[in-house]
């Protein structure tokens, strides 16, 4: 059974600094191309970062680009993004998901990032 | 970036009947390699998304056959076609075809 188990979220003041992971269980993790979304409360979906399943390649919303750095250690089958400058907008449940666009996605639980003072 | 635009926002639907809904890009979805990555997800009350339909047309593992996707292009819809009582939520569009990808505003499914 797959299964992706995010960690890290909490309240976090403006400007800080969180790390988020995803712990990737029941599939190849290191053949899996994966991602972070988030959804702000009340609000819609939010695509906010892409990694390649070797890491050689990302991709960054225009929002959190320059602040946020997804990363990925395959050989602990863990996905991170390391979240920094943090604001009030990017409060939000931070969602881990693979394989967005091919028939075998999955989807975590989600992490709640709240930043306020 | 793509804009994708869903209608009707809200959709009062009775149980047993049908429901449409429709998603439109600011522009075409086919990818290079020569597929449309437009997919669907629900959100029920509480819970986290899931996806219904990739690629257009392609329904999930373990999603009813009452669910069906259709389009092509810009034009996408995502059909039921007798509504039940669990299809209470919102509805997204999204397409994955150009970096970033982007959802629709969401469609919210209640009850008549």
């Known amino acids: 059974e797959v299964q992706l188990l995010e960690s890290g979220g909490g309240l976090v003041q403006p400007g800080g600094s969180l790390r988020l992971s995803c712990a990737a269980s029941g599939f190849t993790f290191s053949s899996s191309a994966m991602s972070w979304g988030r959804q702000a409360p009340g609000k819609g979906l939010e695509w906010v970062s892409v990694?390649?399943?070797?890491?050689?390649?990302?991709f960054y919303a225009d929002s959190v680009k320059g602040r946020f750095t997804i990363s990925r250690d395959n050989s602990k089958n863990t996905l991170f993004v390391q979240m920094n400058s943090l604001r009030a907008d990017d409060t939000a449940v931070y969602y881990c998901?693979?394989?967005?666009?091919?028939?075998?996605?999955?989807w975590g639980q989600g992490t709640l990032v709240t930043v306020s003072s | 970036d793509v804009v994708m635009t869903q209608s009707p926002l809200s959709l009062p639907v009775t149980l047993g009947q049908p429901a449409s809904i429709s998603c439109r890009s600011s522009?075409?979805?086919?990818?290079?390699?020569?597929?449309?990555?437009l997919n669907w997800f629900q959100q029920r009350p509480g819970q986290s998304p899931r996806r219904l339909i990739y690629k257009v047309s392609n329904r999930d593992s373990g999603v009813p056959e009452r669910f069906s996707g259709s389009g092509s292009g810009t034009d996408f819809t995502l059909k039921i076609s007798r509504v039940e009582a669990e299809d209470v939520g919102v509805y997204y569009c999204m397409q994955g075809t150009h970096w970033p990808w982007t959802f629709g505003q969401g469609t919210k499914l209640e009850i008549k």
């Open positions: 522009q075409s979805l086919v990818y290079s390699d020569g597929n449309t990555y």
């Open positions: 990694i390649t399943a070797s890491g050689a390649n990302t």
């Open positions: 998901a693979k394989e967005v666009l091919a028939a075998d996605m999955e």
